[in-house]
């Protein structure tokens, strides 16, 4: 059974930085790309940065580039979201997801799911 578990979420200061991280079982997801998303209160879920399992293609939103970094350890099955410079519209529940055969940044191209991480970043 696939899953995806993330932590690493919290309450931080408007400039803090805070590192998420999803942990996968039940599958390596070798070839694929696995990538982070979030959905604020009243707001449709967004992209927010896919990797692929070879770790040499990455992809952001525009509000992530500069300041987000996804990377991954495959010996631990595990991918990493460095934010940096938070700001408080970057407050959401942040999800993992996994199983994308292509670089997308729709949610119905990823099959699996994490239950999601809060952020929430203050003013």
């Known amino acids: 059974q696939v899953q995806l578990v993330e932590s690493g979420g919290g309450l931080v200061q408007a400039g803090g930085s805070l590192r998420l991280s999803c942990a996968a079982s039940?599958?390596?997801?070798?070839?694929?790309?696995t990538g982070w998303f979030r959905q604020a209160p009243g707001k449709e879920r967004e992209f927010v940065a896919t990797?692929?399992?070879?770790?040499?293609?990455?992809y952001y939103a525009d509000f992530a580039k500069g300041r987000f970094t996804i990377s991954r350890d495959n010996a631990k099955n595990t991918v990493y979201l460095q934010m940096n410079s938070l700001k408080p519209e970057d407050t959401a529940v942040y999800y993992c997801a996994a199983g994308a055969t292509r670089l997308v940044v729709t949610t119905l191209d990823y099959s699996y799911w994490g239950p999601g991480t809060q952020v929430t970043v203050s003013s």
């Open positions: 039940g599958s390596t997801f070798s070839g694929y790309y």
């Open positions: 990797i692929h399992w070879s770790g040499g293609i990455t």
